[in-house]
């Protein structure tokens, strides 16, 4: 077996990359203003099904910027899942705004809606559901209960490109969505993010805000209090060829899926399951190991390490970190998932041949630390 390092995620750069970037650089458009800006804006709305998206430097600047648009503030309320990325909780903060924690389906892994309305109070003003390694969140059902309760729905799509919740992709099924372009992400910019709605109005203070402010009929007039949160043509000259090999870029993600399925059927590990409803986009297909191995996870991932794969544990939940911390708090099925889950290598150059490489070195890992448990338990939080 080949002992080629395989890391669990890398950007594909083979399309016209170069040639755009090349070409920002010939002509001096290196800046925020430049023709790629608004060509991957334009593309990247048509991507996803949305009527406006404005362009940010990163995916937790849009979903501040999203916040922002809403009027979300001191005193509101904001309900996402605890099972997420950091960013989610964060941008929440920034508004002066608290998180309140949701726990996740085990099938989906995303919120669970039947443990929404428990959660909402007076000062609720918003949902973020969050389509956890690209499998869309249940919208019909988070919709539902929006309406209801004259809730505003964020989308945290960062993760979730091209994913699909019956038949239509997500970002703006909601009222206002964020992606974020990362280096590990779907597509890449390096850095970067975009607000996605069919509102005009909120995107005009989107795009006000990551601005200054200022007010767009009157050069250096400021309306409110805004920021810098703009994307370079350099960053959308990258995406906009990114966005051109997008489609391949999902099929060899969904055949990747196909091949980890099949390489580790029969043995113990399960996975993320995908509803017969959704569309997944693998951002990271996330195994999970049994319960008894929780505390070898981290050996077995230093193991397969040792072995030339990369790979990375699941998210904590939010409400075990310092900053979010709650002693009180009971979510079994999120802490579940991240006390087992494994993220395995998934990315456009992982092979078929890869994949089997992975599995059977997964595999022998779980049956070296089973056959000496002792020396392999970590400390569990
Ligand atoms: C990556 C990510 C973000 C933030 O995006 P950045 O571009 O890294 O700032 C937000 N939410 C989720 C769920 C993410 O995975």
Known sequence: MSNRF??????????NERKYVLDCLDTNWISSAGKYVEAFETSFAEFCGA????????????????LLALGIGPGDEVIMPTLTFVATANTVKYCGAEPVFVDSEPDTWNLDPAKIEEKITSRTRAIIPVHLYGHPADMDAVMAIAQRHDLFVVE???EAHGAEFKGKRVGALGD?????FYGNKVITTGEGGMVVTNNPSLIEKARQLKAQGQDPKRRYWFTTIGYNYRMTNLMAALGLAQLEQVDAHLEH??????????????????WQVEKDWAHHS????TALLEDDLAEHRDAIITNMAESGIETRPAFYPMHMMP????????????????????????WSGVSEADVQRIAETLLQSIEKVRANPAAHATAQL
């Open 6 to 15: 395989i890391p669990v995620a890398a950007p594909e750069l083979s399309g």
């Open 51 to 66: 009527k406006y998206a404005t362009a940010c430097c990163n995916g937790t600047v849009s979903l501040h910027l999203a």
């Open 156 to 158: 945290d799509a960062a």
């Open 176 to 180: 206002i969505g964020i992606f974020s």
């Open 253 to 270: 993600r969904l055949k990747i899926a196909r091949w980890y399925r099949e390489a580790l059927k029969g043995s113990d590990i399960t």
């Open 282 to 285: 693998y951002w990271m297909f």
């Open 323 to 346: 900053p979010y911390f709650d002693e009180n708090a009971n979510y079994p099925v999120a802490e579940k998932i991240s006390r087992t889950g494994i993220s395995l290598p998934t």
